[in-house]
């Protein structure tokens, strides 16, 4: 007999599974979503039980609860990382006729080289799982796509399905769909339980639905639901699956504790989630019971990197493709997939190579690469051979047996016997490096515990493959294949502390006092639909299979379940004109609440949490930043002596901590080898060219003479100093491109000769001393105009660049913008028979004019306030201290030296 359990959102199940079963554990069997969810039940059934002692009823995942009641029929089911091999030899065995219509001119692609067909494989298998789950035999499938443009795609995937499964029996091997839709039952093993109970993590298929109903005609069975008002589609599906009526349930109220948060970068969001998890720690709730909640797993090597203590557990594991092993892997596909025929390889890839911890550990060859990475970049050398960079024996050694495993790639290799080579290596590479750093790094929690996840699945994966060949697949073919693999994969966060981070599905049927979730923009909650696989929306719904409505309904009820049940709720999502609009959901918590025109007060639109770093958040709650670097005698000295420059200035107000590294002790931020014409390039060639041009005549009244000058002297500096010019195609292209936008250049600079200006001074250097330092600067270029018996001087930087966030300068606590009103002042200072009426940036990139700055506050205010940055930089009361706000320690070249990144 089959009942059914249906529970509010804000009851949670597993407590109420824990108190069905905690007096009669023995004869009781539970299947469960996930297996968290059991961990979960364990947990709440331990606390229940007080002081007595009591067993657990017997708990499986549904998918292991599926495997244990098939009967395979004699043949052993095929490993999941098999299957897209098979799937392959099944399609190869069809004629490439009878797959143009799904795969048009790629069919031949797709039977002969095997990573061009694992992602159509993918697909394909997803879409056949998704076919058998639902028990949608092959008449209706075809009967419901008749006259439709998927019929013949339908009739193609019937026969890959076919030839799929014949090349697996032919190994003894199936399919666990194809006992989906056809096996028979192994129940034998549930006489030992009365009764069996399930809980539903979203909704069931059609197969699970027969399942339940042929075990409920021997034990009694109860299901678990949970909804608010109406049921939807899919859980409608599941009354009428026994005849019963689906009632109404009543809404549960919002916690009354909701916050939500609006901001401007993505980044700003952690300083949130930090003040979210101090909040509910003060409220007095356990670590434990306090989850963030990532709608964008992506999002936690960013919160991974910034945490300081380990207070994070990653419940969703750790990603492979983030650890040092998968890098150097990754390096040297990329090293050898770039290389120029076979003995030249691209600089970049080599200085990425050489960079890799595995490479610098080895004995004595660490100790030139810095030298030698540093003169190549000088040179921009694009291109290098063996001998440049195999500089010492072992180096030689070590590239010589990489050379040996992805090269050649020729015929097609054995992949079994590949990963066997790899993971030989891998433990030949770890022998030879420096016992130190090994030491140093198998300590780290996160290295053991990657290294023993990967080498168990090459040993695994090896025996699965053994001799099986990828069709069309050489060794670095079979590199790449490798790293796809590597790349899904996660393993465990041994050294996590207490506050659970998961994704969106991972907190089904789990119930947490405090949420905090960041991201909550459109297309992260709910989710973006992808498109549908090889069927419609319109034809999925008349099947019964869950379509993008059913998808996005039930990301709904995952979060809607979430936040319920929670005393206290953190929101944030991203507010920029380039991100879309902030989730749905938001928009119904505030409709419920009342908030139905504007945003209510406490949905502030600020950036007051950016401050906060992660050293504060474990309780006890402690102090939260580094103690500044102090000045001494010596220090004070050198500063004394110094020449400040607007950008040292700008550097000192963003980030002391940076002024130190870069401008006390000298060092230098990393430089990259450019391997195409980047923005800055672009703007020194345009900068070097115009002072060539003006150099030569200060006035033209000709637009076409000035472009052609313009443009011969951009060429002219290009071929002498930039190799990418030559070598690249694409960016000579890119440059002739932005040379024909000049032309608009030309025209604005010709009209603005027409009103008298002339570009006077161009690189001019200016000094100055204030408050007891040297300022010195140079400016682009000051133009001069005469009248009224005057010389009027405007102030102009040239930028190719977005020039959004520089139209305007506020002299108050948060300004940094330097470069213009120091270079007015030094031209006050030094040339006072000049009147300047302005300063500016003139658009190089987008509007090709002068973009005057406006100011809030005078030439006095500046003064005042460059006097006082300046006697904060002498001053031995303020120390050098990191900045507060980590969206600059992004892009910053010394953030792995301060512990950023």
Not at 124 to 153: G, M
Not at 275 to 296: F, N
Not at 323 to 349: C, D, M, N
Not at 574 to 592: A, C, G, N, T, Y
């Amino acid at each position: 007999m089959v009942s059914l359990k249906v529970l509010n959102l804000r009851e949670d199940p597993i407590g109420y599974l824990a108190g069905q079963t905690i007096d009669d554990a023995a004869s009781t069997l539970v299947v469960f979503p996930t297996a968290r969810n059991i961990r979960f039940f364990r947990k709440t059934l331990s606390g229940m039980s007080g002081d007595r002692t009591v067993i657990s009823p017997y708990c499986l995942e549904i998918s292991r609860f599926i495997n244990q009641c098939l009967d395979p029929g004699g043949k052993a089911l095929v490993d999941l990382r098999m299957r897209p091999f098979y799937l392959q030899h099944g399609i190869g065995r069809l004629r490439r006729e009878q797959l143009a219509g799904l795969f048009r001119d790629s069919s031949k692609k797709m039977q002969e080289d095997f990573f061009e067909f694992a992602a159509a494989g993918s697909r394909i298998l997803r879409f056949l799982d998704e076919i058998h789950a639902e028990k949608i035999t092959a008449d209706k499938l075809t009967k419901v796509s008749l006259y439709t443009d998927y019929e013949k795609h339908i009739n193609i995937l019937k026969d890959i399905g076919d030839s799929y499964r014949n090349a697996l029996e032919e190994d003894g091997l199936t399919d666990i769909m194809f006992l989906k839709m056809g096996g028979a039952f192994l129940l034998d093993w549930l006489e030992d339980f009365k009764k069996v109970h399930f809980l539903v993590g979203g909704y069931l298929t059609g197969f699970e639905l027969d399942l339940i109903k042929t075990i409920g005609h021997k034990k009694d069975v109860e299901i678990i639901v949970r909804y608010e008002g109406e049921p939807d589609k899919q859980t409608k599906k599941i009354f009428e699956a026994f005849s019963v009526d689906a009632p109404s349930m009543k809404s549960a109220p919002f916690p009354s504790a909701i916050e939500i948060r609006a901001f401007e970068e993505a980044a700003a969001q952690f300083g949130f989630i930090v003040h979210a998890v101090e909040h509910a720690l003060r409220a007095g709730i356990p670590p434990d019971h306090i989850v963030v909640v990532l709608p964008d797993e992506n999002t936690k090597r960013i919160l991974f990197s910034l945490e300081r203590k380990r207070i994070f557990n990653y419940a969703m594991g750790l990603d492979l493709k983030d650890t040092v092993w998968y890098s150097f892997l990754k390096s040297v596909e990329i090293l050898f997939a770039e290389r120029i025929g076979s003995s030249q390889y691209r600089s970049e890839p080599v200085i990425n190579f050489l960079t890799h911890p595995f490479i610098r550990n080895l004995p004595a060859a660490g100790h030139w690469i810095d030298d030698f990475i540093s003169e190549i970049k000088r040179e921009n050398r694009l291109i290098l051979n063996k001998s440049d960079f195999c500089k010492t024996e072992i180096l030689r050694d070590v590239f010589s047996r990489i050379k040996s495993l992805v090269v050649p790639e020729g015929d097609a290799c054995s992949y079994g016997g590949f990963l066997l080579d790899i993971a030989g290596f891998m433990e030949e590479l770890e022998s030879m490096l420096n016992p130190e750093f090994l030491q140093t790094i198998s300590r780290s929690p996160e290295f053991a515990e990657s290294r023993n996840a990967i080498m168990t699945w090459l040993y695994q994966s090896a025996t699965l493959f053994h001799d099986n060949e990828l069709r069309g697949a050489g060794a670095l073919i079979c590199l790449s294949y490798l790293l796809r693999q590597l790349s899904a994969l996660t393993y465990s966060d041994v050294a996590g502390g207490t506050i659970t981070v998961m994704g969106m599905l991972e907190t089904r049927n789990i119930a947490f006092r405090a949420v905090i979730i960041p991201d909550m923009n459109e297309e992260m909650i709910p989710p973006r639909n992808e498109k549908e696989m090889f069927l419609n929306t319109a034809i999925r719904e008349r099947l019964g299979i869950p379509a993008a409505r059913d998808r996005e309904g039930l990301a709904r009820h995952y979060f809607m379940s979430l936040i319920k049940n929670a005393e206290m709720v953190f929101l944030s999502y991203v507010e920029r004109d380039d991100r879309p609009i902030r989730s749905r959901f938001i928009e119904e918590i505030l409709i419920q609440t009342g908030h139905t025109g504007d945003d209510p007060e406490w949905l502030r639109r600020r950036s007051e949490y950016e401050g906060l770093v992660f050293d504060c958040v474990c309780p006890p709650v402690g102090a939260s930043m580094t103690d500044a670097i102090r000045k001494d005698e010596t220090v004070l000295k050198y500063i004394d002596r110094m020449t400040l420059t607007p950008y040292k200035l700008s550097t000192y107000r963003r980030c002391s901590y940076k002024f130190y590294l870069a401008h006390i002790k000298n060092l230098e931020e990393p430089v990259e080898i450019s391997g195409a014409l980047e923005a800055m390039d672009i703007g020194n060639l345009l900068h070097r060219a115009l002072k060539d041009v003006y150099d030569s005549g200060k006035q033209f009244s000709d637009a076409g003479r000035l472009y052609e000058k313009i443009r011969e002297a951009v060429t002219r500096e290009a071929e002498d100093g930039y190799d990418i010019i030559k070598i690249s195609p694409h960016a000579a292209f890119e440059l002739d491109v932005i040379m024909d936008k000049m032309y608009r250049f030309a025209e604005m600079e010709v009209e603005r000769f027409g009103e008298g200006w002339r570009p006077e001074m161009l690189e001019y250097s200016l000094k100055m001393d204030l408050g007891g330092v040297s300022l010195s600067g140079r400016v682009d270029r000051i133009d001069i105009r005469e009248g009224n018996g005057k010389k009027h001087a405007f102030v102009i930087d040239y930028k190719f660049a977005n020039l959004s966030g520089m139209k305007s300068l506020r002299y108050d606590e948060n300004f940094s913008g330097f470069q213009l009103p120091v270079y007015r002042l030094m031209l006050n200072n030094s040339r006072p028979d000049l009147d300047i009426e302005g300063i500016g940036y003139y658009d190089l990139k987008d509007k090709f004019k002068i973009v005057t700055v406006t100011e809030h506050g005078t030439a006095e205010d500046f003064r005042a306030l460059l006097e006082k940055v300046i006697g904060e930089i002498r001053s031995a009361d303020h120390g050098f201290i990191k900045t507060d706000d980590l969206r600059l320690c992004m892009y910053c070249g010394f953030a792995t030296i301060c512990g950023r990144r």
